[in-house]
């Protein structure tokens, strides 16, 4: 089982930036593909973003295209998510998770793709 814990979420006003982070432990990334998911109170857990086994090839949901960064660190431990030009729509609970059954690029991945999580981050847009 991997074992996924994010940080960097917090209070940050419009236009500002975060990084976020996932540190994974358990299993080598070379089997997971990796996937952000955003979820604002009251709404469904979206993936915004995704990075594949390999981790050559990444994906964005059209509103964060431009925005955000997805990356792997070169030890594939930790998984970042570089958010720039913050909109107040971009505040929700971001939380990664793993996929061993699906790589990223075919389709966006629901939540029932993913086989761990981690307990996710909380990020707020607002001035």
């Known amino acids: 089982q991997l074992q996924l814990v994010e940080s960097g979420g917090g209070l940050v006003q419009p236009g500002g930036s975060l990084r976020l982070s996932c540190a994974t432990s358990?299993?080598?990334?070379?089997?997971?593909?990796i996937a952000w998911f955003r979820q604002a109170p009251g709404k469904e857990r979206d993936e915004v973003s995704c990075?594949?086994?390999?981790?050559?090839?990444?994906e964005y949901v059209d509103s964060v295209k431009g925005r955000f960064t997805v990356s792997r660190d070169d030890a594939k431990t930790t998984v970042y998510l570089q958010m720039n030009s913050l909109k107040p729509e971009d505040s929700g609970v971001y939380f990664c998770?793993?996929?061993?059954?699906?790589?990223?690029?075919?389709?966006?991945?629901?939540?029932?793709?993913?086989?761990?999580w981690g307990k996710g981050t909380l990020v707020t847009v607002s001035s």
């Open positions: 998770a793993g996929s061993r059954r699906r790589d990223c690029g075919s389709r966006f991945f629901y939540s029932y793709d993913m086989d761990d």
């Open positions: 358990g299993f080598s990334l070379d089997y997971y593909a």
């Open positions: 990075i594949s086994k390999s981790g050559g090839r990444t």
